[in-house]
């Protein structure tokens, strides 16, 4: 098994409970989520982003509207939807739960 | 000197080298048909490509007026092969690529003899590519089927008449399932050049 797989594998789940997240707090256009993702060194290649929020949109997660950009093309903001932020609060406390699961066998694993 | 062309990138005119161009054509390309089955596939590329020319405008500002070929290669490392993209999480799909030139579903398989790789009239061969092993165990299993049944060599002559042999590059392509477009062929013409170069330096060598 490779390590840098494994990685890539954990942090792709990861990802899309991060992006959930981050527009929960503040709408944003793509660049912006590549930024903050790469920002937590949570990135390898920016184009995973693009494929996840086409799919959070599909399954009526996130919506968008376009916005005018000063030089540029009109910008996509991704918001979080109702659907999405229930979601988002289930992912929450699922991810506690993990943490503090995982937490529990990485710390005892001698005493099984 | 070099040629410059324009390119519209997500409505952003852009000078870019000849040279840079290709390789960003054919990475686009390859991103294209790597989203082509996927739910709101033209939506991914559409980002993807409105990131590019953000990235492209970023660069201009800092140096130069013409894209070149370090900034195309930049933006693939940055970016990253379609492989790599994959929203592996993905259940609607959940089909998995080998590499960046198989598309997801199977293309329609063709028999074919193969003309490439044969012995006698490259019946096993094709029939190896058609159902995906390795041509040795199916000659394996026509010689084994020679000695315990004679009747074998009619049943390999019959096949060699009805079973057409791969011509084109389209037929080529079809015999090993893989789908008919431009980066495939692009590959299969490759591949052709690099064997004729090899057969050339065999000659050359034993003349």
């Known amino acids: ?112 | 000197m070099k040629k410059t062309l324009t390119a519209n990138i997500n409505g952003i005119v852009f000078h870019i080298d000849e040279d840079a161009y290709y390789k960003l054509s054919r990475y686009l390309e390859r991103i294209k048909a790597h989203f082509r089955h996927e739910h709101g596939g033209e939506e991914i590329v559409a980002g993807i490509e409105g990131r590019i020319a953000e990235m492209f405008q970023e660069r201009k500002k800092s140096h130069q007026q013409v894209v070149n070929i370090e900034d195309v290669r930049e933006v693939i490392t940055q970016l990253g092969e379609p492989a790599e993209m994959s929203d592996d999480g993905n259940e609607s799909t959940g089909r998995r690529e080998t590499s960046d030139y198989s598309s997801e579903d199977p293309a329609p398989k063709q028999l074919f003899r193969d003309p490439d790789n044969k012995y006698i009239g490259g019946v096993c061969s094709g029939l190896a590519a058609y159902f995906n092993i390795d041509p040795t165990w199916v000659r394996l299993l026509f010689v084994l089927l020679i000695f315990a049944a004679g009747s074998t060599i009619l049943a390999y002559i019959i096949l060699w008449i009805v079973i057409p042999k791969a011509i084109t590059t389209a037929d080529r392509l079809s015999m090993r399932g893989e789908r008919i477009n431009i980066s495939n062929i692009e590959k299969s013409i490759r591949e052709d050049l690099r064997d004729i170069k090899r057969n050339l330096e065999d000659l050359s060598k034993k003349a």
């Open chain 1, 1 to 112: 098994m490779k390590l840098e797989n494994t990685k890539a594998q954990m942090r792709k789940g990861i990802l899309e409970y991060c992006i959930l997240s981050l527009l929960s707090q503040k709408e944003a256009y793509a660049s912006e989520i590549i930024q903050a993702l790469k920002n937590a060194k949570l990135l390898v290649v920016e184009g995973t982003v693009y494929p996840l929020l086409t799919r959070l949109k599909n399954d009526g997660l996130l919506t968008y509207r376009w916005e005018e950009s000063t030089g540029g093309p009109p910008r996509k903001y991704y918001l979080v939807t109702a659907l999405g932020q229930d979601f988002l609060k289930e992912l929450h406390s699922t991810w506690t739960e993990l943490v503090a699961s995982i937490d529990k066998i990485t710390t005892n694993a001698g005493n099984l």
